[in-house]
């Protein structure tokens, strides 16, 4: 066990990493796959690390100043169970590092909750200390205090402001601190901006009525800036806009990105943004911005970064702190030639959306592999003019030309089938069966039978959820699974009990059709069927519903309607072991899951898949792509991963810790008791619905035995085409609303679905 404090900074910039490989930025690096060009009036930003501490140090509340870091550190000590929150300064040119040691008088008990600077390198803290009424342990406040420093922790002020935030009860929490360039302290609680003069004194509020505020920065120009919402412009959207102090009000917006995750002053324009993937440097006269660098192709995790901000020799500082591993530390990128980088063999990965489990994972990889390195190419950016859909099209036509890249990310609206009937994926089997990193036994079965279509093994997801449909075992049987003929045989003797919650004609028709669109198409043929009695019987099914969802008046809450049969069944999201006790406890008596409906009878039980990668077929690299899937599934890291693992091994011990009874104990090592005298379980969440509550135990063998089943059964969801549903809709509109006979919208639908699928298979 680790004993103290130890040094937060490794001393000095000589304690500089080796530079990383990276190859980050540039305006004229390729967009599309193939290796990078090394032209020789191309740039990338180059980062050179310093460490900033070790696991005992925890950063939070980075600012910048004047080459000069701020920020607060948790420390907690295992040995005697004390924590402290110290308040450091770092030297950026110097590259040392000292705890600033400020006057606490009247604070005692208090913690930082905000730190802000000026142009002076004065510092400002919000303290808030919680108080409790001895008698009465529910009555609490909050007292809150802002003060300033001056540069060598001497008070400036201290004002004690707790009256001015408790002026409004939905806006008493300090969530950012800004400074401006004459000493005034903004404080952005909600809201509402609280505006408090140069020596601490309260000036009054701004509002932006209904916006919640996202963010607030000083600029280039000195004056302050929020970031948030607009819900008055057009069709709403992210703005920044000047408080205006004097006036108390905002100024004119101006148009933001939509993904701004923290903004800070800019090197060259007024602002630089991080969204997560991408740094922008943005420009309030014209409102545009412009993309600096790619976090990835830095080999950081965007997620990770704490602050951007110009170090003043030219490179960008950038503080990144790992949550998972509280490890922290200072990269400084530099626009280097890329020339003058050596370069690796590039793996393009090809995404819909860039995931966090997706960026960890790349950046993870391009550290450690010494021959690859993956770009990730993002098909749908959603601060573009390209929509969804659009992006999906461009996606497909890129796969099915071979023009596109090395590996891709599965995701929902993707037609894997269609993709392998066009050959566009790689068969996995012969790289699983030879490698020697991983074993075909090592996975759970109905992962690897679930992702196989053919004979063609498309993709090993690392973890996975499950999606089933749950009933009383009174009402519909022991037996899992049933036809689209029992459904609605089962709806038809419980008249005037709800199916499904929140159900509606057009999404009645999408749970009939969540399994069953492969039953009525032939992507590998071309060729569709709606033209049959039981599609007739399903349409005629999902008109029998409202054609929208009453959603006014108060309603009961979902497991007070299962428990008395006003709702008859309850579709469960499964992604840890103790969720399969939810649907029993709000039944309130033994459940059957039943599944989703199906053409055949089967169990209809969906398998989630929380990433996968496939593999190309058209790579030129496909050792390459097999080497950043290994290293995906091995890669011991669930900061980003949800549900059930796909690995045997990591499965049982989930299962484990889930059957695993442990009691509370006191400082005496005696289990104790509840008020009934049942000693306590520890370590046990639970599940709420407005007024009622479940509380987890220790999952049974029967429990354990249920989950299993699920899991042997569960499979993807089949191929689920967005549009066959958009087709369905449209068309039977018309024979919900009585405007159309039966056979007028089956015959629409037929006709229009044909050309569909013969175009697109």
Same mark, same amino acid.
């Given at each position: ?407 891709? @990310? &599965? =995701?929902? !609206?993707?037609? /894997? #089938? ?8 790689? *068969? ?8 020697? @990193? &991983? =074993?075909? !036994?090592?996975? /759970? #079965? ?8 053919? *004979? ?10 499950? =999606? ?294």
């Amino acid at each position: 066990m680790k004993k103290g404090f130890r040094k937060l900074f490794a001393a000095g910039l000589a304690a500089l990493m080796a530079v990383s490989l990276a190859a980050c930025g540039g305006d004229d690096r390729e967009k599309s796959g193939g290796d990078k060009a090394a032209a020789g009036d191309s740039f990338v930003y180059v980062p050179e690390y310093v460490s900033l501490g070790d696991e005992n140090v925890r950063l939070s509340r980075v600012i910048c100043s004047d080459g000069m870091l701020y920020y607060n550190g948790y420390i907690f000590d295992e040995e005697t169970y004390t924590s402290r929150s110290p308040i450091f300064k770092y030297d950026v040119a110097a590259g040392n590092q000292e705890e600033i040691k400020v006057d606490m008088e009247g604070l005692e008990d208090a913690y930082v909750s905000q730190l802000a600077t000026d142009k002076e390198g004065n510092l400002y803290i919000i303290w808030v200390r919680s108080v409790w009424d001895e008698n009465n342990p529910d009555d609490w406040h909050q007292d809150t205090f802002l003060a300033k420093y001056d540069i060598s922790g001497n008070t400036v002020f201290q004002q004690d402001i707790t009256q001015e935030m408790n002026s409004d009860d939905e806006n008493t929490y300090v969530q950012n601190m800004a400074v401006d360039g004459e000493g005034r302290v903004y404080l952005v609680c909600s809201r509402i901006i609280r505006l408090f003069d140069g020596d601490g004194s309260y000036r009054g509020d701004v509002e932006t009525e209904d916006s919640w505020i996202n963010n607030a920065v000083r600029g280039r120009d000195g004056k302050v800036y929020i970031i948030y919402y607009n819900r008055n412009g057009g069709n709403g959207g992210y703005v920044a806009a000047e408080v205006d102090f004097v006036g108390k009000k905002l100024g004119s917006t101006h148009a933001m990105p939509d993904n701004v995750d923290s903004l800070s002053e800019g090197v060259e324009k007024d602002f630089l943004i991080n969204d997560r993937t991408r740094l922008y440097e943005y420009d309030l006269a014209s409102e545009t911005w412009e993309e600096v660098l790619n976090w990835v192709d830095c080999d950081i995790m965007g997620d990770y970064v704490q602050l951007v901000c110009p170090s003043g020799d030219g490179r960008l500082m950038v503080v990144i702190y790992d949550w998972e591993s509280n490890n922290a530390e200072l990269a400084f990128l530099k626009k280097t030639k890329a020339s003058d980088v050596v370069q690796k063999e590039e793996l393009v990965l090809g995404c819909m959306y860039m995931s966090q489990d997706l960026r960890a994972t790349a950046v993870a990889f391009n550290k450690s592999n010494e021959k690859y390195r993956v770009t990730i190419k993002e098909y749908y950016d959603r601060n573009s003019d390209i929509d969804r859909e659009n992006a999906l099209t461009n996606m497909i036509n890129e796969l099915t030309s071979g023009k596109g890249p090395d590996l891709l @990310a &599965l =995701s929902y !609206d993707l037609n /894997v #089938e269609q993709l392998v009937g066009k050959e566009v994926l790689a *068969d996995l089997n012969p790289f699983l069966d030879s490698s020697s @990193a &991983l =074993s075909r !036994d090592s996975f /759970v #079965e109905s992962v690897l039978k679930g992702y196989t279509y053919g *004979d063609t093994l498309v993709s090993i997801p690392k973890s996975f959820s499950i =999606s089933a449909v749950a009933g009383k075992t009174s009402q519909v049987g022991e037996k899992m699974g049933w036809s689209i003929q029992d459904i609605m045989d089962f709806s038809a003797e419980h008249p005037g009990a709800e199916l499904f919650e929140y159900v509606n004609q057009s999404t009645m028709m999408e749970v009939l059709m969540t399994f069953n669109q492969d039953a009525f198409i032939d992507w590998e043929k071309g060729t569709c069927n709606f033209d049959c009695d039981e599609f007739r019987q399903m349409l005629e099914f999902a008109a029998s519903f409202p054609e929208e969802y009453n959603w006014d008046g108060e309603r009961e809450s979902t497991p007070t309607l299962l428990a008395t049969g006003k709702l008859l069944l309850y579709s469960d999201g499964i992604s840890q072991c103790q969720d399969i006790q939810v649907a029993e406890a709000m039944f309130n008596e033994p459940v059957t899951y039943i599944g989703f409906p199906t053409t055949d009878g089967s169990v209809g039980c969906v398998m989630n898949c929380n990433e996968g990668y496939c593999i190309v077929d058209k790579s030129k690299k496909k050792d390459g792509a097999w080497e950043f899937i290994e290293f995906y599934l091995n890669r011991d890291s669930d900061m980003f991963s949800w549900g059930f693992p796909s690995l045997k091994e990591k499965l049982e011990e989930k299962i484990a810790d889930a059957c695993k009874v442990e009691y509370v104990t006191d400082e005496n090592g005696e289990i104790v008791l509840d008020e009934d005298g049942n000693p306590i379980i520890s370590g046990m969440g639970g599940f709420g619905w407005n007024d009622w509550e479940y509380t987890y135990h220790p999952c049974t063998e029967e429990e354990i035995a249920t989950l299993r089943e699920l899991i042997n059964v569960a499979m993807p969801m089949p191929t689920s085409n967005s549009e066959v549903l958009t087709i369905i809709a449209e068309e039977a509109e018309p024979f919900y609303k009585g405007q159309k006979s039966l056979d007028e919208v089956v015959s629409t639908i037929q006709s229009r679905m044909s050309m569909y699928v013969g175009e697109n298979s």
